[in-house]
């Protein structure tokens, strides 16, 4: 059977700490006897005890830490796994260009990247970029892949997977930081988007750098409703709707490292390593 880490961590401290209690117990006897300055050398003994065990524990701490760090690391990712399993299968349902959700995951990590997000917000951006159409599941696949135009009815069932998504996301622990796009990335710079009609920075931040990246790749790539429009143009638009449908600082942002971020849009096995920037 297994020791617990915290079983193994106070075995070995004690151990170590009655073994030298002992020998520096017999060793002091032996060199002092019944010297006067005995006290004193007791004093320093135990100094050397504080600082011997101060160092056992920091070393003991981090190796527990360390081992901690990579069985989280090892959770997080097979809970990226399982979620990539689940976002291919849900690319497939919308009859989505390739690596749609994986595309525009790491587009949107690296606009974020260079607008300064790290760390935990990072790390929930990028999972809900990967999740942001998880909502279209409720939607019935009549509307979903619906080759013309939406009636009213049915733009207003489709609308209704932005909160979808939002609700489904935050009955997951560790997705509950992560939704923020799948719930508000329809959400528009001057008011006019939905489901809460959120203005300016109101809009959660990593909505804002995702809706440049899905604006960018739901123009440059082909749909059941529309073909891919030329590169060109497609930076035409956002310069245009910039201020209005998009934030103009993060448009400004992606314009200017685009090279780089449309880079992380190609497929793993054939990406180049994006540059220092993004790193």
């Known amino acids: 059977m297994t020791k617990r880490p915290q079983l193994r961590t106070v075995v070995l401290y004690v151990s170590v700490s009655a073994l030298w209690i002992w020998f520096s117990d017999h060793a002091l006897n032996a060199v002092a006897g019944d010297r006067a300055d005995l006290p004193f050398l007791q004093s320093i003994k ?80 990028s999972f809900g970029a990967l999740l942001h159409d998880i909502g279209k599941l409720a939607v019935p696949d009549a509307i979903l892949v ?50 809460a009609g959120l203005r300016g920075e109101a809009i959660p931040l990593a909505a804002r750098i995702f809706s440049v990246v899905d604006i960018w790749d739901a123009l440059i790539s082909p749909r059941v409703y529309k073909p891919a429009w030329p590169e060109a143009d497609v930076l035409d638009y956002l310069r245009k709707v910039a201020g209005s449908q998009l934030d103009p600082r993060l448009v400004a942002l992606f314009i200017e490292h685009y090279d780089d971020i449309k880079a992380l849009g190609e497929p793993p096995e054939t990406a180049e390593p994006p540059r220092a920037a993004l790193s």
Request: without cysteine.
């Open 46 to 125: 135990g100094w050397f005890f504080v600082l011997g065990t101060g160092a056992l524990l920091y070393w003991m701490l981090g190796r527990d830490m360390r081992r901690l760090q990579q069985a989280t690391q090892r959770l997080l990712n097979g809970q990226e796994q399982a979620l990539r399993v689940l976002v291919s299968a849900i690319d497939i349902r919308h009859k989505e260009t390739g690596d749609h959700s994986g595309r525009v995951m790491r587009m949107a990590t690296g606009l974020a990247r260079v607008a300064g997000v790290h760390g935990d917000a990072l790390r929930n951006l």
């Open 146 to 195: 619906k080759p013309g135009r939406l009636d009213e009815g049915e733009i207003a069932v489709m609308r209704q997977h932005a909160r979808f998504g939002g609700d489904m996301l935050q009955r997951v622990d560790f997705l509950r930081g992560a939704s923020d796009i799948p719930y508000s990335h329809h959400e528009r710079w001057d008011g006019a988007g939905y489901p």
